[in-house]
């Protein structure tokens, strides 16, 4: 996805507001749109990113 792109950054936005996220949560998504190829790959990817840094911290 290009984050470049009006509509991408709409739709992030919305997942921020929705998902009430944080600033590091916001930074990983920022990083994870450009290897995504649509909003349901971006939240498989977080949702994989999150699930590693829990599995990192037990």
């Known amino acids: 996805m290009n984050i470049n792109d009006k ?3 709409e739709m992030l936005n919305k997942l921020i507001v929705i998902n009430r ?3 590091s949560q916001i930074l990983q998504m920022v990083n ?3 290897i995504s190829n649509d ?3 971006l939240n498989d990817n977080l ?4 699930s590693k840094s ?3 911290n037990i």
């Open 32 to 34: 994870l749109v450009s």
């Open 39 to 41: 909003i349901n790959d």
């Open 54 to 56: 829990f599995n990192q």
């Open 7 to 9: 509509s991408v950054l």
């Open 47 to 50: 949702k994989w990113e999150s």
């Open 21 to 23: 996220l944080n600033k």
